[in-house]
DNA sequence: AGCATAAACGGACTTTACCCCGCTTAGTAT
DNA sequence: ATACTAAGCGGGGTAAAGTCCGTTTATGCT
């Protein structure tokens, strides 16, 4: 008989049990973060002992420490995502691209703030480029509003890049300690402003 | 007798061995470094062997692994930092602010470039506070110049945080190895004149 | 249903960062 | 010079990340 054509983009589909268990994995993971707060206190044989699995199941699974933390991140922020895709204005579709792009900013630094503890796991130093650089959530979205600016002659993609540097990871990086635990909720309208006053200064005519 | 006033906010200055072998220390590494290329495959131990001394020693002195290549870095922004304070203008003092400002984003990338391998190693997943944020050089500096450059009602210190983050946040996390390789020539130029338009754009009138 | 095969699994093994603590030594005060 | 003390040193010990490979199992095909 003949083959169907086989997919050599798609190269054969999860199985049934590596899906449960990359699910199941994901969900031990963040209820022993509820339970013993600290992304460092989550070390890999622990979750793979409390999942009831090998550790190379987990190794498999996640490839690395780092990669369990973009996967929980990952997934929360496909929330994040439909609500910037599909949810309403500012944030979502409809108003100017300049006032999403300051919703996009308040909005992207909350949920960064919110999850800054996994954000920061997420970095390895063995892996040369870290997580997010995979699914540019920020910089896609951000490049997509500049062009509907109308800017004059700018470089828009790396344009884009120092945005999302100036709101995303990066900045997190950059703020201090004390900054993000300190004062953690007078930071975030701090940063909102200083966001929106960076935009409105790189945008205007 | 009297003693002398101890000093408690100097605690005491290192010991002459204790700062020989620092120095020697980092020399090692460099030898290491340069040799073997690729920051990932010095060990502490090959390093403390290599050194002739104890890997107790390597800890005291650096306190973990990331700490020899923020000392690293450190010592190499040194010469750099000269140029910025005392060197010619533009990227030394005589020159105008906002020429001050992009002709600092020009070498401030320039260095981190030719230094991102150990820029990247820096950093670690558990300091919750990664390199550069002790001696912070760029935000320094950058919050200097636009202190000077009389922007209306703008939030200063946040804004150089965005900066330093737009500056040096994508070398660490967001370009790719293959774009830095690849294209080395080309990149710099092209962030360079993007910083340009950047803080042109942010501090018109 | 039975078979072939690629994927997934488990857990022992290796490597490496980092800790600990008894011993040594530089610096200082007398 | 001598003695005192805090800092420094060394290297064996621990814990956790990541690898390997023999065994098990899901899945598609006949």
Known sequence: MERPVLPLGAPRAERADAVRNRRHLLATAREMLAEQGGADRLTMDALAARAGLGKGTVFRRFGTRAGIFQAL?????????????AGPPPLGPGAAPLDRLIAYGRARFAFMLGHREIARATLDGSQSVPAGSETPLSRTHIRMLLGQLRLGGADLDMLAVQLTAALDGPLLLYLSASDLTEAAAGIEERVARAWQDLVQRVCRP
């Open 73 to 85: 991140l990952e997934d929360d922020e496909r929330a994040f995502q439909e609500q910037v895709m």
